[in-house]
């Protein structure tokens, strides 16, 4: 049997040569097709190869009556319905790796662009003017490059800054101080970052925590002279932020691939000659866009023959039978992990999920896969799914265990993670209670009933009374309303915690008020 791969989108030769080298596998080229001649060449289709241009609708996909994979060339998947794809069973693959020699080689482009103002001499001599003492440098050599984000992109660019001879200096969520030094940089948090580095690169996705990560209070922490780097996402750094600490002369240049809104027109830090700027060229490389149709075209054939895929993006379906007893537990796994890695700042070592009760006859699988996805996604944003989450946890160092038990402490279920760093042990549990739906029930060792959805104000105090009115008095304050509260405590006058959901987002400077208070231990704001 040969399988019939549909290819509507153009793709490097090498991708294809791929494909030709199987002898069970027959593909066809058909771009520039309509609508409704899609619809007629996809009924036959075993895979469909894509990247940008073709639009992989709901209803395309309910045509297909063979499709068992779509591959996507590249790294987004806007254009494909995931939805769709699970619940037909068809897995969905990307290629999110083959961009990432480009990326980091772009970033030292730009840094030493940046280092030796060699677009602004290049623009000067076009212009027939010859001016070397305007157009003076500086060395890279015994530099700090700060990094922020040091993942497959921030550690190639750390690698290829040691060659360059400078001192790299590293910050990420899953970064320890025994990693770094593995590595041969230093770690130091994002404050220590920002303070010594004499060049700043980013490489974190854009999400809730990371925009406008560089604001105001950010460069003014930063050394003067600083200059700064993004081919990472734009909405990272706040750029009329940036702007200004260039007119005072804090930020001596920026070098910028991506900005907060593209394309742009009249954007006013290109006005600067202290900004080197380029439309979005990460990727553009003819390597890199070769590797993404090799790595697509691969994970495809391997899922045809048998195999395991690489870049999955949806999860792979499950016997229906097994789906509908545990799909249930998925949105409660999910936000449990979630809600714990608000708990801590330290480096995440170790993950224990304990299942109790009917849990611990069932497949679990899934549910642990939920579980990791939900610690990871505040830190990695979209890029984590329920089936990768586990390989880039264990990319990261984190060790995974499961454990079942029958004791479930008066519950039918009960589903515990718990979360090991080098400095403590944080843990929650959480249940689903007949006609009520997922509930956290305990968060270290206090009990607690919380529905694991909305704005969540968790706080440590000491009991004592006047502790509760003066906190409400602070949170009316600001205008936050209290939706629920309850407290529990470990014994009279000691450690108590309070939950609270309140109707909208503590900002920072709130939160920190909060922890002002002289009875108050920590505070952590929960968006769920």
């Given at each position: 049997?040969?399988?019939?791969?549909?290819?509507?989108?153009?793709?490097?030769?090498?991708?294809?040569?791929v494909?030709?080298?199987?002898?069970?596998?027959?593909?066809?080229?058909?771009?520039d097709?309509s609508?409704?001649?899609l619809?007629?060449?996809?009924?036959?289709?075993d895979?469909?190869?894509?990247r940008?241009?073709?639009?992989?609708?709901?209803?395309?996909?309910?045509?297909?009556?063979?499709?068992?994979?779509?591959g996507?060339?590249?790294?987004?998947?806007?254009?494909?319905?995931?939805?769709?794809?699970?619940?037909r069973?068809?897995?969905?693959?990307?290629?999110?790796?083959?961009?990432?020699?480009?990326?980091?080689?772009?970033?030292?482009?730009m840094?030493?662009?940046?280092?030796r103002?060699?677009?602004?001499a290049?623009?000067?001599?076009?212009?027939?003017?010859w001016?070397?003492?305007?157009?003076?440098?500086?060395?890279l050599?015994n530099?700090?490059?700060?990094?922020?984000?040091?993942?497959?992109?921030?550690?190639?660019?750390?690698?290829?800054?040691?060659?360059?001879?400078?001192?790299v200096?590293?910050?990420?969520?899953?970064?320890?101080?025994?990693?770094?030094?593995?590595?041969g940089?230093?770690?130091?948090?994002?404050?220590?970052?920002?303070?010594?580095?004499?060049?700043?690169t980013?490489?974190?996705?854009?999400?809730?925590?990371?925009?406008?990560?560089?604001?105001?209070?950010?460069?003014r922490?930063?050394?003067?002279?600083?200059q700064i780097?993004?081919?990472?996402?734009?909405?990272?750094?706040?750029?009329?932020a940036?702007?200004q600490?260039?007119?005072?002369?804090?930020?001596?240049?920026a070098?910028?691939d991506?900005?907060?809104?593209?394309?742009?027109?009249?954007?006013?830090?290109?006005?600067l000659?202290?900004?080197?700027?380029?439309?979005?060229?990460?990727?553009?490389t003819?390597?890199?866009?070769?590797n993404?149709?090799?790595?697509?075209?691969?994970d495809?054939?391997?899922?045809?023959?048998?195999?395991?895929?690489?870049?999955?993006?949806?999860?792979?379906?499950?016997?229906?039978?097994?789906?509908?007893r545990?799909?249930?537990?998925?949105?409660?796994a999910?936000?449990?992990?979630?809600?714990?890695?608000h708990?801590?700042?330290d480096?995440?070592?170790?993950?224990?999920?304990?299942?109790?009760?009917?849990?611990?006859?069932?497949?679990?699988a899934?549910?642990?896969?939920?579980?990791?996805?939900?610690?990871?996604?505040?830190?990695?944003?979209?890029?984590?799914?329920d089936?990768?989450?586990?390989?880039?946890?264990?990319?990261?160092?984190?060790?995974?265990?499961e454990?079942?038990?029958?004791?479930?402490?008066?519950?039918?279920?009960?589903?515990?993670?718990?979360i090991?760093?080098?400095t403590?042990?944080?843990?929650?549990?959480?249940?689903?209670?007949?006609?009520?739906?997922?509930?956290?029930?305990?968060?270290?060792?206090?009990s607690?009933?919380?529905?694991?959805?909305?704005?969540?104000?968790?706080?440590?105090?000491q009991?004592?009374?006047?502790?509760?009115?003066?906190?409400?008095?602070?949170?009316a304050?600001?205008?936050?309303?209290?939706?629920?509260?309850?407290?529990?405590?470990?014994q009279?006058?000691?450690?108590?915690v309070?939950m609270?959901?309140?109707?909208?987002?503590l900002?920072?400077?709130?939160?920190?008020?909060?922890?002002?208070l002289?009875?108050?231990?920590?505070?952590?704001?929960?968006?769920?």
């Amino acid at each position: 049997m040969a399988f019939h791969v549909l290819i509507t989108d153009p793709l490097s030769k090498e991708g294809i040569q791929v494909l030709e080298q199987q002898e069970n596998l027959q593909y066809e080229f058909a771009t520039d097709l309509s609508s409704d001649e899609l619809l007629t060449k996809i009924e036959t289709a075993d895979a469909l190869l894509v990247r940008s241009q073709t639009q992989v609708t709901r209803q395309l996909i309910e045509s297909a009556g063979n499709l068992k994979i779509i591959g996507r060339a590249g790294v987004g998947v806007d254009n494909i319905d995931i939805n769709a794809a699970t619940e037909r069973g068809i897995i969905v693959v990307n290629a999110p790796n083959g961009n990432t020699n480009s990326a980091a080689e772009h970033t030292m482009a730009m840094l030493m662009a940046l280092s030796r103002k060699i677009p602004q001499a290049h623009y000067s001599l076009k212009n027939q003017q010859w001016d070397r003492k305007k157009y003076v440098g500086v060395e890279l050599k015994n530099k700090t490059l700060g990094i922020i984000g040091l993942g497959r992109i921030g550690a190639e660019v750390a690698y290829r800054a040691k060659g360059q001879r400078m001192n790299v200096m590293a910050y990420d969520p899953f970064l320890t101080p025994e990693k770094a030094d593995h590595l041969g940089i230093d770690y130091g948090t994002v404050k220590e970052v920002l303070n010594k580095a004499d060049f700043i690169t980013i490489h974190t996705p854009l999400l809730k925590e990371t925009k406008h990560l560089l604001n105001e209070e950010a460069f003014r922490q930063m050394k003067p002279g600083v200059q700064i780097i993004n081919c990472a996402r734009g909405g990272i750094i706040d750029e009329e932020a940036l702007y200004q600490a260039i007119l005072e002369g804090k930020v001596a240049g920026a070098a910028l691939d991506v900005l907060e809104e593209e394309p742009f027109h009249h954007h006013k830090l290109l006005n600067l000659p202290e900004v080197v700027a380029t439309p979005h060229l990460g990727a553009s490389t003819v390597e890199a866009q070769e590797n993404v149709a090799v790595d697509v075209c691969q994970d495809v054939i391997w899922f045809l023959t048998g195999g395991v895929v690489q870049n999955p993006v949806n999860l792979p379906s499950l016997p229906k039978e097994v789906l509908r007893r545990i799909e249930p537990y998925f949105h409660l796994a999910e936000k449990l992990g979630s809600f714990l890695i608000h708990l801590t700042q330290d480096v995440i070592e170790e993950v224990n999920i304990y299942y109790s009760g009917e849990l611990a006859g069932v497949e679990t699988a899934p549910i642990t896969r939920n579980t990791v996805k939900g610690l990871l996604t505040r830190h990695l944003g979209d890029h984590v799914n329920d089936v990768n989450a586990l390989y880039l946890a264990e990319k990261r160092g984190i060790h995974i265990h499961e454990n079942r038990t029958t004791t479930t402490k008066g519950f039918t279920n009960l589903l515990t993670v718990e979360i090991v760093t080098n400095t403590e042990k944080r843990s929650v549990a959480g249940t689903l209670l007949n006609g009520l739906g997922a509930r956290i029930v305990q968060v270290d060792h206090y009990s607690v009933d919380v529905t694991p959805k909305g704005h969540i104000l968790m706080i440590r105090h000491q009991d004592k009374p006047g502790v509760i009115g003066k906190m409400g008095s602070l949170l009316a304050q600001f205008n936050i309303n209290i939706a629920t509260m309850q407290v529990d405590r470990a014994q009279v006058g000691g450690d108590a915690v309070m939950m609270l959901t309140v109707d909208k987002h503590l900002e920072a400077k709130e939160l920190e008020a909060l922890k002002q208070l002289e009875e108050i231990h920590q505070a952590n704001a929960i968006d769920l």
